[in-house]
């Protein structure tokens, strides 16, 4: 397996302490190389007053990567602390590296009726869903296996093993595809952007009108 995908231990607290909730949590996950962070950017540019959920990790920053914007970078302990004292909404261990929500930031957005997009994998989709009713989990498809192959050796300077190991971890996080009620596929990035950007309206307006 490319990327090690560990569920979250014992010390998760199943039920995060968030009430009062108002906003929508807009889910998107999808394998790497399907370009879901540029349409992250390109959906936030398209709604001002949508929340982009900065997660934390405790991975090393990549270049060009700031704090605070792409993620909240912190130390393992810190983060461990953390899970023992259940305040992530969600949380996953992709690789060796902790990735996790803040129970305590996502509150504050929703009670103030914010809706929310969050970036995060499988595992961490899952237990949003379990947790969070008015949670919208959209999967980002690459147009075909053939096509990942290019981005990922086009994006990247990883020898051809990692690569593999990437392109198994695809398929893994593809099989779980079914999982989410929303598919889209990200053949061209605009059409993907307006598809998605056509869901969070319907959301939006089934929501105000119930
Ligand atoms: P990367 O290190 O490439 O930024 O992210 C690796 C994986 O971690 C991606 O699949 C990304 O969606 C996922 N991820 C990022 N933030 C979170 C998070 O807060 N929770 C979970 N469960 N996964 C996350």
């Known amino acids: 397996m490319g990327k090690k995908r560990e569920q979250p231990d014992k010390h998760f607290s199943p039920k995060p302490a968030i009430s009062g909730r108002k906003g929508l949590l807009f889910i998107l996950s999808a394998p790497s190389g399907t370009g879901k962070s540029t349409l992250c950017r390109l959906i936030l540019s398209r709604f001002s007053d949508l ?14 990567e700031i704090e605070g914007k792409d993620y909240y970078f912190i130390a393992r302990e810190k983060f461990e602390e953390m899970i023992s004292k259940g305040e992530w909404a969600e949380w996953a261990k992709v690789h060796g590296n902790y990735y996790g929500t803040s129970a305590k930031l996502l509150r504050r957005e929703l009670e103030a009726g914010n809706d929310v997009l969050l970036d995060i994998d499988v595992n961490g989709a899952r237990q949003i869903r379990k947790h969070f009713d008015e949670s919208v989990p959209v999967f ?5 296996a053939d096509e990942l192959r290019k981005r990922l050796e086009k994006r990247s ?3 051809p093993e990692v690569i593999e190991k990437r392109l198994k971890a695809a398929e893994e996080e593809m099989a779980c595809r079914d999982e989410y ?30």
């Open 181 to 210: 009620p929303h598919i889209i596929v990200n053949d061209d990035l605009e059409k993907a952007a307006d598809k998605l950007a056509a869901l969070i309206k319907n959301y939006r307006a089934s929501k105000k009108s119930s």
């Open 140 to 144: 980002l498809m690459p147009p075909s």
């Open 51 to 64: 929340c982009y959920s900065v997660s934390f990790t405790t991975r090393q920053p990549r270049d060009g």
């Open 157 to 159: 300077s990883d020898p």
